[in-house]
Every structure is written in C-alpha cells, then in structure tokens.
C-alpha cells in the first residue's frame, strides 16, 4: 500500500544547479507533508514540512510545493551543494500529534563536481 | 541542538534471544516513535506512545515487540523472541508541541543483526 511514492530512485544534479525532488501521494486526507535527508549509518534528518492547506514553504535553499489537486509535491534545492548529496525521503502525516509518518522509498540525490 | 539518542549503534544476537533497544527522546517531547528500516526497503512505522500508553502501531508490532518507558528520560523497544526477519535499522523518533507539522525527530538508529 504505497500511500507515498517517490518514483526516482536517484537523481544526479551539477554543483550550483537546481535539484528537484518529486512525490505524489495518494491519500487525500494527509494534514502535513515532510521532507527528512539521510545519510549512510544515520537516522532521518528533518528538512523542512508543509501543511496541507499552503501551496510552499520556504527555509534558506531548501522550498517545498505542493499540488493538492495533482497529490504532488517537490523539494527544490538551490543552490545545490556537494553536502546534499543523501537519499531525501518524502513523507506524509495527519493531525494528531500522535500519528505516524508514512515514507516513501526515498531518492538519492547525487550532486556533481 | 536537542536530538535523540540511541543505544547500541549496533546489536547482534542469536535467533530465539531477547533483545532491548534504548532510546532517550529530546527531554520536552511527550510523543514517543519506534520505526525500523529493512535494508533497501521503506522506513515502516512500527508503535506510537504518549502519556504512558501505546497510540498506536502496525501490523508488524506483534506480541513479540513491547515498549516502555522505565524512567522519565528511557523509552525501550523489546523484541522478545529475535527472528532472523527482525534483523533491521530500528530508529527512535520523538515530537513535541512546538513543532507547527507534527514533524518527529529521529534517532541514529541500532542496527540489529539477528544470526
């Protein structure tokens, strides 16, 4: 039941190019959409979130759009450095505090010299 | 920066064993989260925990997996009876009330090794 897609396993982006990571979910009824960063042997770093009812979020280089009537959303990074290269999980939740996150299988983002 | 921490970074132990993972949540969050992660697979959700109890958990939270938490800074996830398809990242997350998406904090994660 894959309620988040990610539907790239990798992506490789020059050094001070734009990195787009893409996902669409299928459950309507998700409250908040998050973006987590992994390193190899580390746990997921949080990035930045959205609420469903805003259309992007912005922190630094790092902004998120999200497309309700489409069910897609994307983390632009720009610019892109070296240090992002990680695999970036795509994540939905609900309302309550004490609700799960559902992932995607995550994308790995490859920033070329 | 506050973070979640985790103990042991990595365990191995034989099939049939008992094993206990430790996590210390960020010292204001209230809300408690097991995760584990198969090698090349999707980070599952496995048990929440808040004020004292389990919310919820999944499917793969059978009998052989409990939580507690002991103290006021512990929260443990139990695996009574390893199988050798237990053997995965388990990450530890916590949230609090300040964060405005619900966003969880995670853990460095024990890998488990079950021989």
């Known amino acids: 039941d894959q309620q988040v897609k990610q539907n790239s396993p990798s992506l490789s982006v020059q050094e001070g190019r734009i990195s787009i990571l893409n996902c669409d979910y299928t459950?309507?009824?998700?409250?908040?959409f998050l973006w987590y960063k992994k390193y190899p042997a580390e746990g997921p770093t949080f990035l930045i979130s959205i609420s469903s009812i805003k259309d992007k979020n912005e922190d630094g280089r790092f902004t998120v759009f999200l497309n309700k009537s489409a069910k897609h959303l994307s983390l632009h990074i720009v610019p892109s450095q070296p240090g992002d290269s990680a695999v970036y999980f795509c994540a939905a939740s609900w309302a309550n505090r004490d609700d799960k996150i559902i992932f995607g299988k995550g994308t790995r983002l490859h920033i070329l010299p | 920066e506050p973070e979640v921490t985790q103990t042991p970074s990595h365990q191995v132990t034989q099939m049939g064993q008992e094993v206990i993972l430790r996590c210390v949540p960020i010292s204001n969050h209230l809300y408690f989260y097991w995760y584990r992660q198969i090698l090349g697979q999707k980070v599952e959700f496995l048990v929440s925990f808040y004020n004292n109890e389990i919310s919820e958990k999944s499917e793969i939270f059978d009998d052989q997996f409990s939580v507690e938490r002991p103290d006021g800074s512990n929260f443990t996830l139990k695996i009574r009876s390893t199988k050798l398809e237990d053997s995965a990242m388990y990450f530890c997350a916590s949230s609090g009330l300040a964060e405005p998406n619900n966003e969880q904090f995670f853990g460095p994660g024990t890998r488990l090794t079950v021989l």
């Open positions: 459950n309507s009824m998700f409250d908040y």
